[in-house]
């Protein structure tokens, strides 16, 4: 059972990439799942959320009108496209899931909403 976010890489400011975040072992479909993100030095920080069956996705404030959060329920996959890219936006991204007994078709961009986190992926924007 795990979450797998891939993805990532090396690109220049205003550039896109799409991270994908895929479970093994479990139903994605029933859950929520948050993207967030680390950089050096700092602690993690709600980047989206999309809720269950599509619900209603939130972003934080410093990626809103850039990125842009969707599900595939069939391939078990969250993706986060992210266009406009920031040095700032430089972090390791994570993904993860909240307990069942917490999901709704809401989400939250909480950090301790969630319990199960998936192996990060790096995302360095650099000239």
């Known amino acids: 059972v795990q979450l797998q976010a891939s993805g990532g890489g090396l690109v220049q400011p205003g550039g896109s990439l799409r991270l994908s975040c895929t479970a093994s072992g479990f139903t994605l479909a029933y859950y929520e799942v948050g993207w967030f993100r680390q950089a050096p030095g700092k602690g993690r920080e709600g980047v989206s959320c999309?809720?269950?069956?599509?619900?209603?996705?939130l972003y934080g404030d410093s990626v809103k009108g850039r990125f842009t959060i969707s599900r595939d329920d069939a391939k078990n996959t969250i993706y986060l496209q992210m266009d406009g890219l920031e040095p700032e936006d430089t972090a390791i991204y994570f993904c993860a899931t909240p307990p069942l007994s917490l999901v709704s078709s809401s989400c939250s961009t909480q950090e301790h909403h969630y319990n199960f986190w998936g192996q990060g992926t790096q995302v360095t924007v650099s000239s």
């Open positions: 999309i809720g269950k069956d599509d619900g209603r996705p």
